[in-house]
């Protein structure tokens, strides 16, 4: 805080000629001021070439994508397209149409592996010109199956669909403005009582007309029959997105590559669902999950309530236990440990302990469990409780 003093002659309300004399001595030799603030450890830069130039022509996604990567960068995390996605309440495609636009605009670079998977995103520092077609302040890992990311021979094309709304729904895809005896049509309709009903069911509340509007479009243009707009409520409010707008970007995703059939739009959604991705890689498994591998999945994720780390680590130790039958082992691993309230990686180093313990105290206990051997089962007849012993004692 600055503290000036002046003095006034008494009664008069004007400055003396001494004290003018000093206060206008003072003035000449004061220093200049400068101006700080303190350290702003979370503070996000962001550039006022980014303001000037490129803000105004972006949309929300756009935006959105831009400066949380921004924001990543600036505190050294990794994110991912899967992140981004539910953090903003955008689809997966949403946020690959922003990258691309923001590549477009030389902004950052999309950096693939050999298969075509997003493995990094180098953000450009926009103050410092580009040398050599390519300048980069910092990097954001972001890791993303191959399948959710278009193919380089695919860029083009990408490329092309960011245009200046590059999110909203392609042309043949376009939602009408539907009048209200249009939606009355709708309503009287034989089939569309259940149809809404079911709708309501899933969302939690009555439909608004505007939300039977957006089911209207489902059937009518987007042509979905009712049992995929059933597996599309299911799949977006198991994700905790009852917002109708996202729900309509998911349906018009799943109309632009063709999906028909809730099966499709099953296979679809694992291969964007980054934690599937990264089981299915850990347990050596190539590809999309078959049903039976899905739901093994969506057991140990959603009843069994683990988080990926858990997971992981039951898949690691599952391929070092046995090369067959791998799904059901790490049941048998996930399972005993959801008994046993696992929660952390922490409780799964005081489950080792106690068992390595029992074995330094109880050497025929260990022999009883080691002539049970786990390698011997067959599908849907094991013990899970051997199946623990024989991972541990790996």
């Known amino acids: 805080m600055l503290n000036a003093a002046f003095a006034k002659g008494e009664g008069s309300g004007t400055v003396g000629s001494a004290g003018g004399r000093d206060m206008r001595e003072g003035t000449k030799h004061m220093a200049r001021l400068t101006i700080y603030k303190d350290e702003a450890a979370n503070v996000t830069e962001v550039s006022n070439r980014f303001i000037d130039e490129y803000m105004k022509d972006a949309n929300d996604a756009q935006l959105k994508v831009y400066l949380y990567l921004l924001r990543m960068m600036s505190a050294k995390l990794a994110t991912s397209v899967s992140d981004i996605a539910d953090r903003f309440n955008h689809t997966e495609k949403d946020v690959i149409r ?30 410092k010109p580009v040398s050599g077609g390519r300048r980069a ?10 399948s959710a990311v278009p193919a380089a021979a695919d860029s083009a094309a990408s490329e092309t669909e960011t245009s200046e709304t590059p999110s909203e729904p392609a042309p043949s895809f376009e939602k009408p403005v539907y009048t209200a005896d249009q939606l009355k049509e709708f309503k009287n309709r034989q089939d569309t009582a259940q149809l809404l009903f079911l709708a309501e069911s899933y969302i939690g509340k009555p439909l608004t007309p505007s939300e039977m509007k957006t089911i209207l479009y489902f059937t009518d243009v987007l042509r979905f029959s009712d049992d995929l707009i059933d597996y599309l409520l299911q799949y977006c409010v198991e994700r ?11 349906a018009v995703n799943w109309a632009e590559e063709g999906i028909t059939t809730p099966k499709q739009a099953q296979r679809t959604a694992a291969r964007y669902d980054r934690n599937v991705y990264s089981i299915m ?5 190539n590809g999309s999950p078959t049903t039976r591998e899905l739901e093994y999945i969506n057991r140990w994720t959603r009843e069994y309530g683990f988080s990926t780390d858990i997971i992981l680590e039951a898949c690691q130790r599952t391929v070092m236990a046995t090369d067959k039958h791998r799904f059901e082992y790490a049941e048998g691993i996930l399972s005993s440990w959801k008994n046993q309230n696992v929660h952390l990686k922490s409780d799964i180093r005081r489950i080792d302990d106690l068992y390595q313990q029992r074995r330094k105290n109880a050497p025929a206990e260990r022999s009883r469990q080691n002539g049970n051997r786990f390698n011997q089962f067959t599908q849907n007849n094991y013990d899970f409780d051997a199946l623990e012993q024989e991972l541990l004692s790996n």
């Open 98 to 127: 922003a990258l691309k636009y923001w590549e477009k605009q030389r902004l950052l670079d999309l950096d693939f592996d050999e298969n075509k998977t997003l493995v990094g995103i180098h953000i450009r520092d926009l103050d």
């Open 137 to 146: 302040a910092a990097s954001t890992f972001v890791p993303l199956p191959a």
């Open 240 to 250: 905790g997105k009852k917002d109708f707008k996202y729900i309509e970007r998911v």
């Open 281 to 285: 890689n850990e347990l050596g498994k």
